[in-house]
């Protein structure tokens, strides 16, 4: 069964050996000296101030929350740019559409998928516009 | 010599199926919360690998986002933002074990059952070189219905029927509609918290 999907799966393998293979040239190969400053957490070349296990602010919940959201709006549209230049995707459909006399075009689809992003796009704007983006 | 494509398809599923079932059991045996969602990362990862050699792309890819990327964020952040000192380790009691294998090995019964009662699923499908995953274009079609043309239901010859299959268009943009909602939701619960903080602080002014 040839698998369209065979390259990426040989990337992710490739990926995997590349980093797996670095980290254990390292382990093998590598000189083992400790010190205190080397075991030190890496920090930018700052000390750290204090353990990194700690409660973190509540307000890091909402950058994920609006991840998770806009993740999701992503998803959604993926299938309309998988259907967009697939040959039996939105030009087949129009031309099946034509063929039955029924009104429907790419400039309508467009519009449908523009629809979906101004709702969140109000919505962004509306959030922007309450401060809730701003870390105070 | 890299071997016909049929062993790389069974390659693929058997590397899959194992990282997905040694890393579930991983999540099982883990103490380290941390780790545990860790562990849960690669082997939900795996099983979108499954998907997609089954042919159900956008599964597949809902997994990765979803799955992988959003719901184990939401996991992390919220043992970052609950955790006391250490972070949680947890360990599993003797009653736990029993019920959790009672329920879990139920359910595993059950499927084992469903799926060795299908008769097209024990045997590879006839025309099996002639398939490729590409092929289903689950998402051409799933992105054609949600753009208001059901693919499958074009043939359908009386126009009256044909009328009530025009896709899912409204759902899509209702779509849009609670993902503003969650957006105004989560914006709302972040702004309360300032305005409780103010609060407080003109409390401690007072």
Redesign the interface.
């Known amino acids: 069964?040839?698998?369209?999907?065979?390259p990426?799966?040989l990337f992710?393998l490739a990926g995997l050996a590349t980093s797996l293979g670095m980290l254990s040239m390292g382990w093998a190969f590598g000189p083992a000296r400790k010190g205190r400053v080397k075991e030190m957490p890496y920090e930018s070349g700052m000390d750290p101030i204090h353990d990194a296990?700690?409660?973190?602010?509540?307000?890091?919940?909402?950058v994920?929350?609006?991840?998770?959201?806009f993740?999701?709006?992503?998803?959604?549209l993926?299938?309309?740019?998988?259907?967009?230049r697939?040959p039996?995707?939105?030009d087949?459909?129009v031309a099946?559409?034509g063929a039955?006399n029924v009104d429907?075009s790419r400039m309508l689809?467009f519009g449908?998928?523009m629809?979906?992003?101004a709702?969140?796009a109000?919505?962004?704007v509306?959030?922007w516009r309450?401060g809730?983006f701003q870390w105070? | 010599m890299i071997p016909s494509i049929t062993d790389w398809h069974s390659f693929f599923f058997y590397l899959f199926a194992t990282v997905t079932c040694v890393f579930a059991l991983a999540v099982l045996f883990a103490t380290n919360i941390v780790r545990m969602a860790f562990y849960l990362i690669i082997s939900l990862g795996a099983s979108a690998g499954l998907f997609i050699l089954a042919g159900a792309e956008f599964l597949g890819v809902m997994q990765l986002m979803i799955y992988v990327g959003g719901t184990l964020v939401l996991l992390v952040f919220g043992v970052m933002l609950t955790a006391q000192e250490r972070f949680i380790s947890m360990k599993t009691r003797g009653g736990e074990w029993v019920m959790a294998a009672i329920v879990g090995g139920a359910l595993l019964v059950l499927l084992v059952q469903t799926a060795f009662s299908i008769d097209d699923w024990t045997a590879p499908r006839a025309d099996l070189s002639a398939v490729s995953a590409i092929e289903t274009q689950t998402a051409t079609r799933l992105g054609l219905g949600l753009l208001g043309i059901r693919p499958d239901q074009a043939e359908e010859a009386d126009p009256v029927l044909r009328q009530g299959m025009s896709g899912y268009l409204l759902l899509f943009e209702i779509v849009s509609v609670h993902l503003l909602v969650v957006l105004i939701g989560a914006a709302y619960l972040a702004r309360s918290k300032r305005v409780t903080s103010l609060a407080r602080a003109a409390e401690m002014r007072r």
Not at chain 1, 53 to 62: A, K
């Open positions: 069964m040839a698998t369209a999907f065979l990426v799966f992710v296990r700690r409660r973190f602010d509540v307000r890091f919940h909402l994920a929350i609006a991840f998770v959201l993740d999701v709006e992503l998803l959604f993926y299938p309309w740019a998988v259907a967009n697939h039996e995707g939105i087949a459909a099946k559409a039955l429907y689809v449908e998928v629809v979906f992003l709702i969140l109000l919505g962004f509306y959030v309450k809730v105070r």
